[in-house]
């Protein structure tokens, strides 16, 4: 059976601010709108579910986040996951300039983890706490132009 990834869903706190952090690291958003009904609640599996959601798309086309504010049922908080706790770890994005793309998340007051790590002389790469306490990866391929 031929089985494709069609996108990774994420519930945030704000969608408006989450929209304004990845478009700014280059992704485009491809629709919104608000869904509710029996469909919905079918889908999801939770009763009388209402929310605002955004699809998001990476600039290569290949990859595409699909982002959901709750109306009803309120949103749960949770503590932020940290890295080695078990389920969805974290959306993670290949990136040309990490100092950069650094900058453009300072902006929206997301910075690293830790800081910037050199795996190997083949990546640059760092955990950033983005909206909603999101775990995202952003990582610079070193030696691009190196066969």
Not at 32 to 50: Q, S
Not at 100 to 116: D, F, K, M, S, T
Request: charged content about 25%; overall charge negative; some cysteine.
């Amino acid at each position: 059976m031929p089985i494709k990834l069609e996108n990774v869903g994420i519930a945030v706190r704000d969608l408006e601010a989450t929209i304004a952090f990845f478009t700014d690291l280059g992704l485009t958003v491809l629709g919104r709108d608000t869904v509710g009904g029996e469909w919905t609640d079918t889908a999801v599996g939770l009763d009388g579910n209402h929310a605002n959601i955004a699809m998001l798309q990476t600039p290569d086309g290949n990859g595409r986040l699909e982002l959901f504010e709750y109306i009803h049922p309120d949103a749960i908080e949770t503590e932020p996951t940290r890295p080695n706790e078990i389920g969805m770890h974290r959306v993670a994005f290949s990136v040309d300039d990490i100092d950069e793309a650094l900058q453009i998340a300072a902006r929206h007051g997301c910075h690293p983890l830790r800081g910037v790590a050199t795996y190997e002389d083949i990546y640059k790469l760092t955990y950033v706490r983005g909206p909603s306490g999101i775990i995202v990866m952003l990582a610079e391929e070193l030696n691009k132009d190196q066969p």
